[in-house]
């Protein structure tokens, strides 16, 4: 088990847009947390239903918006406090890089494309499931997937847990986010509540996007660039 607690990665302006997807996915969870049943209704009225989307309707008593546009609501929710804390420790140690190559507008539209992505890609296999997916992973998976592909050789430091070993250790934040995307896989069929193909599909959405936003420069620093 391995847990990111920060990069060696400096950013070169503060991460406006990273904060602040931040402060609104914990502002959304307190609202969810002090309202009564708040956690549990906001998925179903908000969450992504893969049924509702590909039948194109609602299910009875369900979301309180067009199925479609589920895939948009369902990625500021959150099921529990641990579930919030885990993506928002991921979007701050990744996102803050990727928003400073990408500039703020761009980075917005990366996230959502990102996430929006990784919904469909949980629908494309799960298209009769009537449980509502919920959180910022597909999205942030994305972020993982472009800091991959631009930082491989970034030092993450991370915490290890090795039966009795226990350490902090800097990984290269290749090695770590490839354990990572090797990990979803893995668990694909396992279940356990977590929409491990979302995670999938954001990764890979975010290796494309970043390579389509950034090629010249990528091939570029890689030599290969034309003139």
Do not use: K
């Amino acid at each position: 088990m391995f847990i990111p607690l920060r990069d060696d990665n400096p950013t070169s302006r503060f991460p406006l847009v990273t904060v602040a997807l931040i402060a609104v996915n914990t502002a959304v969870f307190l609202f969810q947390a002090v309202t009564p049943h708040g956690l549990e209704l906001a998925a179903v009225r908000f969450g992504a239903v893969p049924y509702a989307v590909t039948h194109f309707r609602s299910l009875p008593g369900a979301a309180a918006f067009p199925p479609l546009l589920t895939l948009l609501t369902s990625m500021f929710l959150h099921g529990s406090l641990f579930h919030l804390l885990g993506n928002m420790l991921y979007l701050w140690i990744f996102g803050n890089n990727i928003e400073d190559r990408l500039g703020p507008v761009r980075f917005v539209l990366f996230y959502l494309v990102c996430g929006l992505a990784a919904s469909l890609t949980h629908v494309l296999f799960e298209p009769a499931s009537r449980v509502p997916m919920i959180g910022a992973s597909g999205a942030i998976a994305g972020v993982l997937g472009a800091y991959a592909l631009l930082y491989p050789r970034a030092r993450v430091r991370t915490l290890v847990f090795l039966v009795f070993y226990i350490d902090v250790v800097a990984i290269p934040a290749g090695l770590i986010l490839g354990l990572w995307f090797l990990l979803q896989i893995l668990n694909v069929g396992m279940g356990g509540g977590v929409a491990w193909f979302a995670h999938i599909g954001g990764f890979l959405a975010g290796l494309v996007f970043i390579a389509l936003a950034l090629g010249r420069e990528i091939r570029r620093r890689a030599g290969t660039a034309r003139i």
